[in-house]
């Protein structure tokens, strides 16, 4: 068969979708609107509120923030007018609230705490990526899921875009030919904090408020730096600024799992190629050609800068993941995946390619006409009606966010050019028990996740 004919076979072909309807899940009827409220109401949760505001059935009831002049700044520019009303405290919000469902955008450190008494609570949840800060901790979060029944949207939103999704099952159909390597991009690890002076803390929060924001991590002395910029800092996240390993990296890692169909699996080796050192992003000296994908994402990635060091992953069918690419070449915020025939170049809502069968499919999806996050939101809103798996479930979002957390392992332990046996059922090193010490950390007593 011609490889033309097969591609226009393989994208004809519609997948069979099966209620996951069962007597006893709950979930409203789907005349109902979705009731929802907000957790966490930093930058990227106002980001969240004006794309749902707009989406017809959704309703936002309540909003959260442990630190109430966020909770006061939220209501003032969009909450009153709007009817919300404000809580200090999430699960006083749940309990007082008839909602359907909670969307956590709290910071990465408190995220699987909120997540899975949340869920322990009854609510469907729309989860910010990455979804934890440990892989121990997000298996915890899978099970406890399960246990409850819950519907859970992780926010790596490439997986609800057409365009996306139609060149990702080109890919895992086969129809371009065996995938000889993948490369993505080598994302900046985490800082240390350097245990500098406290600062004053500011007015307005509510007694205890740093604590329930420090939640699982060391209890420090209140700083701006850690409030205002946590995603640096190892305790708190693992690289969650632009070009960061979990900032961008949970969204490149799952795009690839996506046209690997890797997303309930994972690598089975993991080599560190080279020792780490503190590097800037890229050197942006080239002029990139006005149709690379990533251009709009090179000068976001120009600030990045912090520990690097190139990681392979080798999955069960051989393939190989190459975290190679620097933050000034290739996609930001996907990968390239290359073939006997050519290259696959998959970014957000974007791809190009030499193999002509691809960017002149007639059934190529056009990008999108909505704002980006809509089409993901409106998929877990549809999921809690008819208790389907949302697109970026759970599970999907947790393999993501472990290949994030073995990049930063690996580059801890520090081991070069030796192939780490990783096991994806186990999720352990089979000969590396200084990575295994790393798949979980200690928490403060008072943030344990409740039993799964």
């Not at 699960?91 to 997540?115: C, F, N, P």
């Not at 169909?261 to 890229?282: F, R, W």
């Not at 996050?373 to 409106?378: A, G, N, S, V």
Request: charged letters at 25%.
């Amino acid at each position: 068969m011609k490889r033309r004919e097969f591609l226009q076979r393989a994208t004809a072909v519609a997948p069979m979708i099966v209620s996951a309807r069962v007597l006893g899940l709950d979930g409203p009827p789907p005349s109902e609107q979705v009731r929802v409220g907000l957790i966490g109401l930093g930058s990227r949760c106002r980001e969240i509120a004006k794309t749902a505001v707009g989406i017809p059935g959704m309703r936002i009831e309540a909003v959260c923030d442990c630190f109430e002049p966020r909770v006061s700044a939220a209501m003032k520019s969009m909450g009153e007018e709007r009817g919300w009303r404000p809580y200090v405290d999430f699960r006083k919000m749940i309990e007082q609230e008839k909602l359907d469902g909670v969307m956590v955008e709290t910071t990465t450190h408190a995220r699987a705490w909120v997540t899975c008494h949340a869920m322990a609570m009854g609510m469907d949840v729309y989860i910010e990526k990455p979804m934890c800060l440990t892989i121990s901790e997000g298996r915890h979060m899978v099970r406890l899921a399960r246990k409850h029944n819950r519907v859970t949207q992780v926010g790596t939103q490439q997986r609800s875009m057409p365009l996306n999704n139609w060149v990702s099952d080109l890919v895992k159909s086969g129809a371009l030919g065996k995938i000889r390597e993948v490369l993505v991009p080598n994302y900046v690890g985490p800082l240390e904090w350097d245990n500098r002076p406290g600062e004053p803390m500011p007015e307005g929060g509510p007694e205890g408020w740093w604590d329930v924001w420090t939640n699982q991590a060391p209890m420090r002395p209140y700083h701006s730096e850690l409030q205002m910029g946590w995603a640096k800092w190892v305790d708190y996240d693992g690289g969650g600024i632009s070009f960061g390993v979990s900032g961008w990296g949970t969204h490149s890692y799952d795009q690839v799992n996506r046209a690997l169909g890797t997303d309930e699996t994972g690598p089975v080796k993991v080599i560190l190629e080279e020792a780490v050192s503190d590097q800037p992003a890229g050197k942006y000296e080239r002029t990139p050609d006005p149709k690379e994908t990533g251009l709009v994402y090179y000068p976001m990635a120009q600030a990045a800068h912090g520990p690097r060091a190139r990681v392979t992953f080798i999955f069960a069918d051989g393939t190989p993941m190459k975290c190679h690419l620097d933050g000034d070449f290739g996609p930001g915020l996907g990968g390239i995946f290359r073939f006997d025939a050519g290259y696959l170049d998959i970014n957000r809502d974007k791809i190009d390619s030499d193999i002509p069968e691809v960017l002149d499919h007639p059934d190529k999806p056009a990008p999108l006409s909505v704002p980006e996050t809509q089409p993901h939101i409106e998929n877990w809103m549809q999921c809690i009606k008819n208790r389907q798996k949302c697109t970026a479930d759970i599970e999907y979002g947790l393999r993501a966010t472990t290949l994030c957390e073995l990049v930063n392992i690996v580059r801890r332990v520090g081991r070069v050019n030796e192939e780490l046996e990783w096991d994806p059922v186990a999720e352990r090193f089979r000969n590396c028990e200084e990575g295994n010490a790393l798949l979980s950390r200690p928490r403060r007593t008072g943030y344990e996740l409740p039993d799964a």
